[in-house]
């Protein structure tokens, strides 16, 4: 197991490689206390996140985990290893979406979160596909690149649940997501992924609430074995960071949920 941290020093070459950039990092020391001008310490702690990735170690199937801390350093296991992304993609096409808006000059109507709040709130697929022929593969791309991202691959056959992730994309997109989203559409995005329905706030959100604010998305899918993927921005006074877990052949629905759970309870120290 080897914990591959991204040092301070190297955030500006980060940001040239498509890791996180220097505005972000700056974000990040923004959340960061300080007491008599002395910055808090980094969290989560080494120990937290070599617990998380030996925990993903000894799991059935495979996965990839990574955490931008609140410096703004990157850390993780399998990071840029590509899953299926399942309805973690929504989170995604919610922020393409709110871009196509902006940049045609429109605001929010009914017709519009006729089709946000159900593909988020309780992962409509109906809805999901009807937002994907909107933005399209290159709206999806042009946010990919626009959030740094070097491991996103749609599918060549158009299925937007066989988009390719990697955890180390998914921790800077949902660590850097308020920067990608029209500054008008910010508050109704925060609203949605943090307000998703009950029964599908399991993994990461059941370890993290309520000592954060939880913004995040998951996703699952039957496939050899189950896919079963979140990621999320955590935030409390001081402090905010954003982690990703993807897995793939669970043994079951429950068993993935459980290894989000379980990487998530020990990266925070629970």
């Known amino acids: 197991m080897t914990s ?25 020391f923004q959340y960061q206390g300080s007491a008599n001008g002395v910055p808090a310490p980094v969290f989560p702690s080494a120990a937290g996140i070599a617990a998380a990735e030996a925990y993903l170690d000894g799991r059935a199937g495979s996965n990839g985990f990574a955490v931008v801390d609140t410096a703004g350093q990157l850390s993780g296991v399998r990071m840029h290893e ?9 989170a995604m096409l919610l922020v393409a979406y709110l871009r196509m808006l902006d940049a045609q ?9 006729a089709l946000l709040y159900p593909m988020i709130h309780v992962s409509d697929n109906d809805a999901a596909s009807a937002v994907f022929a909107i933005v399209g593969g ?17 599918d060549p056959g158009g299925a937007w649940g066989l988009t390719e992730i990697s955890a180390a994309d998914q921790a800077r997109f ?10 008008q559409f910010v508050s109704y ?67 993935g949920e459980q290894t989000l759970q379980g990487a998530t309870a020990r990266l925070l120290g629970a």
């Open 4 to 28: 591959r941290r991204v040092c301070a020093a190297l955030l500006a070459a980060c940001a040239v490689g498509g890791g996180v950039g220097a505005a972000t990092a700056a974000h990040a």
């Open 82 to 90: 590509r899953f299926h992304s399942a309805s973690l993609v929504k």
């Open 105 to 113: 000059h429109r605001g929010l109507d009914a017709a519009s979160m």
């Open 138 to 154: 290159a709206g999806l791309t042009e946010l990919a690149q626009a959030a740094g991202m070097t491991d996103f691959a749609l």
């Open 174 to 183: 949902f660590y850097e997501q308020d920067q990608l989203i029209p500054p």
């Open 189 to 255: 995005a925060r609203g949605l992924l943090s307000g998703i329905a009950a029964d599908q706030s399991w993994g990461i959100p059941a370890a993290a609430r309520p000592a954060f604010d939880v913004f995040f998305k998951g996703g699952w899918l039957p496939e050899t074995g189950w896919t079963v993927n979140q990621a999320a921005r955590l935030e409390r006074p001081g402090q905010t960071i954003a982690l990703a877990v993807l897995t793939a052949g669970d043994p079951s629905m429950l068993y």
